[in-house]
């Protein structure tokens, strides 16, 4: 299996901060990496694919970078609503997800 | 619009049998594959396993191979989890998600189903 490393895994920001989350793949694995959302009680939302791309209907506040084993998630501008858990997955292989990211207002 | 509708909770003893469901709709349900996630109480998202409706072509992750079934019925347009002895650490969230290939994002989800295994 393919291992993804989340850091870290609790974030605490205020409205208006910049926010980012890391993500590292145990192997290359190129672009097939994407991003989601879980709000509390809620099923996960695909924000990020491919590592850059944003999904329809995201906010062009989320962005996505990186290849090969390092990538980054980034809020640029945080909001109260985006108060929710962050996961990367890869898919290189069959899918893996990171740990978790669980963001909360400072 | 696409939609993926999931059965209702369950609870269940440790022991017994359960089939969970996963209803597809406003999209072709034969020409993408069902994923099945699950999320223990507390917990990170595993990704379990994934089926192909159109040919019942199934995959599973090696953490949960021999532990859970994965099917399809093409002609009502669902897919199903199912365990033939559940366990206490059965005990979670699972969700259904289409996806386009075997490995690749999951782009729309169902609403999720609990299941809870006590005695």
């Known amino acids: 299996d393919i291992q993804m490393t989340q850091s870290p895994s609790s974030l605490s920001a205020s409205v208006g901060d910049r926010v980012t989350i890391t993500c590292q793949a145990s192997q290359d694995i190129s672009n097939y990496l994407n991003w989601y959302q879980q709000k509390p009680g809620k099923a996960p939302k695909l924000l990020i694919y491919?590592?850059?791309n944003l999904e329809t209907g995201v906010p062009s506040r989320f962005s996505g970078s990186g290849s090969g084993t390092d990538f980054t998630f980034t809020i640029s501008s945080l909001q109260p609503e985006d108060i929710a858990t962050y996961y990367c997955?890869?898919?290189?292989?069959?899918?893996?997800f990171g740990q978790g990211t669980k963001l909360e207002i400072k | 619009e696409v939609q993926l509708v999931q059965s209702g909770a369950e609870v269940k003893k440790p022991g017994e049998s359960l089939k969970i469901s996963c209803k597809g709709s406003?999209?072709?349900?034969?020409?993408?594959?069902i994923g099945w996630v699950r999320q223990m109480p507390g917990k990170g998202l595993e990704w379990m396993g994934i089926i192909y409706p159109g040919d019942s072509d199934t995959r599973y992750s090696p953490s949960f191979q021999g532990q859970v079934t994965i099917s399809a019925d093409k002609s009502i347009s669902t897919a199903y989890l199912q365990w033939s002895s559940l366990k206490a650490s059965d005990t979670a969230m699972y969700y259904c998600a289409r996806q386009i290939s075997i490995a690749a994002r999951l782009d729309y989800w169902g609403q999720g189903t609990l299941v809870t295994v006590s005695s």
């Open positions: 406003g999209y072709s349900f034969t020409s993408y594959w």
């Open positions: 491919d590592a850059s």
């Open positions: 997955q890869q898919y290189d292989n069959l899918p893996t």
